[in-house]
């Protein structure tokens, strides 16, 4: 009985307002709620609370140890136990693609959504002439594919638990073109190698396969850039087999021409 008296009371406004005059009186009455919450013990029992994301130090996870897949399963967990809450944020979370050896990633949960893993790369591609002494203009690739922080296969298993992926190539250059020329021809425009092995065509105005736009074409001048950003040549690419590791490159004939790439400010997103 007394139970029901109290369950009816804590329902209606009337009563929290008698609740407020019986307890705490009307200049307290945040504190008579406090005395009130107590009586939600007599209800059933109610569903687990979901497991949140702790940090270890190191890095983030699920609290009760285990991780997720990717940085997207932290941000919206299939399974209804979990819930992205508590330790949250940009920053290093712990994942386990596929039930791979587990590995910490950057984690970019703000950009769009959020739920992007990152793949960053090791190093940049500094600005320089990569053929100095055979400087004749012919389509080579890179004497070294880009360094990446993780491994093929961490990388394969990230890829395997995703839908898409996305990465901006920020072609630096110094009297280098990467896409169109002085004379508006295309014969200099990039090829791209990813990670898999898929190659992009090159030296053409319209990418196969497709997902690679172009958001700025500075080394269009052909001389005088000095490697600066504005006056960069920028490609969006969007595409499962990122990221990039080498380009192909067409003019680099002329002495003193050179190229280069901010590698590690633009990593590969996966999501
Ligand atoms: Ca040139």
């Known amino acids: 009985m007394q139970a029901n008296l109290k369950n009816s009371l804590r329902l209606t406004a009337g009563a929290l307002a008698l609740a407020t005059s019986l307890f705490a009186g009307g200049a307290q009455a945040s504190s008579a709620y406090h005395v009130v919450?107590?009586?939600?013990?007599?209800?059933?029992?109610?569903?687990?609370?979901?497991?949140?994301?702790?940090?270890?130090?190191?890095?983030?996870?699920?609290?009760?140890?285990?991780?997720?897949?990717?940085?997207?399963?932290?941000?919206?967990?299939?399974?209804?136990?979990?819930?992205?809450?508590?330790?949250?944020?940009?920053?290093?979370?712990?994942?386990?693609?596929?039930?791979?050896?587990?590995?910490?990633?950057?984690?970019?949960?703000?950009?769009?959504?959020?739920?992007?893993?990152?793949?960053?790369?090791?190093?940049?591609?500094?600005?320089a002439a990569y053929w100095p002494i055979d400087n004749i203009n012919k389509p080579r690739w890179l004497p070294h594919d880009f360094g990446l922080k993780f491994t093929s296969a961490q990388i394969a298993a990230l890829r395997s638990v995703s839908t898409t992926a996305k990465q901006r190539y920020v072609g630096l250059?110094?009297?280098?073109?990467?896409?169109?020329?002085?004379?508006?021809?295309?014969i200099s425009a990039l090829g791209f190698r990813f990670q898999t092995g898929l190659v992009s065509s090159n030296g053409q105005q319209i990418y196969t396969p497709t997902g690679i736009s172009i958001v700025q074409d500075g080394c269009q001048a052909n001389g005088g850039e000095g490697g600066q950003l504005d006056k960069a040549t920028i490609f969006d690419l969007e595409n499962i087999n990122l990221p990039i590791v080498n380009v192909l490159v067409y003019d680099n004939g002329d002495a003193g021409e050179s190229l280069g790439s901010p590698l590690t400010q633009y990593p590969a997103r996966f999501r």
């Open 37 to 127: 919450l107590p009586l939600a013990k007599t209800r059933a029992a109610e569903p687990a609370k979901p497991i949140g994301i702790s940090d270890f130090g190191d890095y983030r996870a699920w609290a009760d140890g285990t991780f997720a897949q990717s940085c997207e399963e932290y941000i919206r967990p299939q399974d209804a136990a979990y819930h992205y809450e508590n330790a949250t944020g940009d920053g290093i979370y712990r994942i386990s693609p596929t039930g791979s050896t587990p590995f910490d990633v950057q984690c970019d949960m703000a950009t769009n959504g959020g739920g992007w893993t990152l793949v960053e790369y090791a190093e940049d591609l500094p600005l």
């Open 173 to 186: 250059c110094n009297g280098v073109a990467h896409y169109a020329d002085s004379e508006n021809k295309y």
